[in-house]
């Protein structure tokens, strides 16, 4: 079966550091991955959009890789801090399906 | 541009009643949808469309029923309530379905049914 994992356990880090946050998947064929925040009490806010064929996007601090050998995305955060704090989920659309699937999320907790 | 909006913010029901939730979006986006967010299960679709007049169905359809007389408004209906459709409901849009890259996510409508 299909199956989107990212790790339920939050990720504690200290400001300043990088962030890096997993997204897996399995029996997907993606044409291209999300990534969303998403504050307690609000709606995903869109992040970045990585497509199959390619390897790595960036935008300001956040950076994004997508490796469909390994099926896996990893999102990293530079300099993080403590506004960085929230959840971050992946979505995965697989080419002809028009149909985006959500991981369950990560939470991502930045100390001062 | 207000993006897009739902109503109402909360709402408490009980097991049988019905109701409709609102969704709205000022940036004539031609696809919407509705999804279901719970406790250790993510976001899951519940219907879509891909423009006025058309509607299919998501991963979660059962109980809800949707509409798209317009580009701008996209109400999920709860035919009859039941305590496992106490959730939180999202709405987003997005420009079109096959260049679905960036959706647009509602505030949310929390919903609890006695």
């Known amino acids: 079966s299909q199956k989107i994992e990212q790790n339920s356990e939050a990720l504690n880090i200290q400001e300043g550091k990088t962030a890096t946050l997993t997204c897996n998947y399995t029996?997907?064929?993606?044409?291209?991955l999300q990534w969303y925040r998403q504050d307690p009490g609000r709606g995903p806010v869109f992040l970045l959009l990585?497509?199959?064929?390619?390897k790595e996007k960036r935008k300001e601090r956040l950076k994004v890789t997508f490796d469909t050998t390994l099926k896996q995305s990893l999102f990293h955060i530079t300099a993080s801090q403590p506004a960085d704090s929230a959840t971050y989920l992946c979505a995965l659309e697989s080419g002809g399906s028009y149909i985006p699937t959500f991981g369950r999320g990560t939470s991502l907790i930045v100390h001062p | 541009n207000a993006g897009v909006t739902q109503t109402p913010k909360f709402q408490v029901l009980k097991t049988g009643q019905s109701m409709t939730l609102q969704c709205a979006q000022d940036?004539?986006?031609?696809?919407m949808s509705w999804y279901r967010q719970d406790p250790g299960m993510g976001l899951r679709l519940i219907h879509y469309?891909?423009?006025?007049?058309?509607?299919d169905q998501g991963e979660v359809p059962n109980g809800y029923n949707v509409s798209r007389s317009t580009t701008e408004d996209f109400p999920l209906r709860l035919l009859s309530a039941a305590p496992s459709q106490t959730s939180v409901y999202f709405c987003?849009?997005?420009?079109?379905?096959?260049?679905?890259?960036?959706?647009?996510f509602g505030p949310g409508t929390r919903l609890l049914v006695l």
């Open positions: 990585i497509r199959e064929n390619e």
């Open positions: 987003a849009s997005s420009y079109s379905r096959a260049h679905q890259e960036t959706q647009y």
């Open positions: 029996n997907y064929s993606p044409a291209y």
């Open positions: 940036m004539n986006h031609e696809y």
């Open positions: 469309s891909v423009g006025a007049g058309i509607t």
